[in-house]
């Protein structure tokens, strides 16, 4: 007899384990510890899930279970976070959205950071036209008024200014410095909220035009949302 072959199934993943890490989660930068009730805000589950879970938790280090019924996080997360922290490197995940970006706009692509007085290129991906800006990583620019020093401004101040809430992202200039160069950019942020850098699409003013500029708005956002994301950050509320 023919032995018929049965399909795998489909690996799903633990509901329980996607439950305890909704609870780790929920913690958020300031909190010394978080109360059983606003836990289960934030989380949406029941107060019995939420203890039942901790007291894994806890045992294996994630938690600790404060005498007043409230929660923090245990030494178990630090000492992950430190091998993280060791281990991640920043370029290959930075690189893989420039080059995702070039080939979705056709213009460049660059992550910059702040250097004091001095905006950074840290990562770049040429555009394929012969027509583009030419900057090297590495390169030193003015914090000038363009898109991308606005955003390294804005968004690298601490405290966060009370409007950038209010800033239209992605930040479009044209002929800010430049007569010949537009850019378009984005804030990324890393491990909570802080401030990593600006992810920018550069292009001349004939071809990255305002109307174009719009056609790459959503593209430019989901690409900074996603580096956000990987690094381990989140936007500012």
């Known amino acids: ?62 938690l600790a279970h404060l005498p007043d019924g409230s929660y923090r996080l245990d030494a178990e997360v630090l000492r992950l976070g430190g091998i993280y922290q060791q281990s991640f490197r920043l ?57 991308i020093a606005q955003v390294l401004r804005i968004f690298g101040a601490v405290p966060l200014p009370p409007d950038a809430a209010t800033v239209a992202l992605p930040l479009y200039t044209a002929g800010a410095n430049d007569p010949h160069t537009a850019s378009m950019s984005m804030p990324v942020f890393g491990p909570g909220e802080g401030f990593a850098g600006a992810l920018t699409i550069t292009g001349p003013v004939t071809r990255l035009t305002r109307e174009a500029a719009a056609g790459y708005a959503d593209t430019l956002r989901d690409a900074a949302m996603g580096l956000t994301r990987v690094l381990g950050g989140q936007a500012p509320r």
């Open 1 to 62: 007899m023919t032995k018929t072959s049965r399909p795998k199934p489909a690996l799903e993943g633990v509901a329980a384990a996607e439950r305890a890490l909704r609870i780790l989660a929920a913690f958020r930068k300031g909190d010394a510890a978080v109360s059983l009730a606003e836990l289960a805000e934030r989380t949406g589950l029941v107060k019995s899930t939420i203890m039942r879970l901790a007291i894994s938790l806890e045992a294996c280090g994630f």
């Open 91 to 147: 370029e290959p995940h930075v690189m893989r959205v420039l080059e995702a970006l070039v080939a979705a706009t056709g213009e460049s692509a660059s992550f910059y950071i702040r250097r004091g007085a001095y905006r950074q290129c840290l990562f770049r991906v040429d555009s394929p036209h012969m027509l583009r800006l030419h900057v090297r990583e590495g390169d030193l620019l003015p914090m000038d008024s363009s898109g």
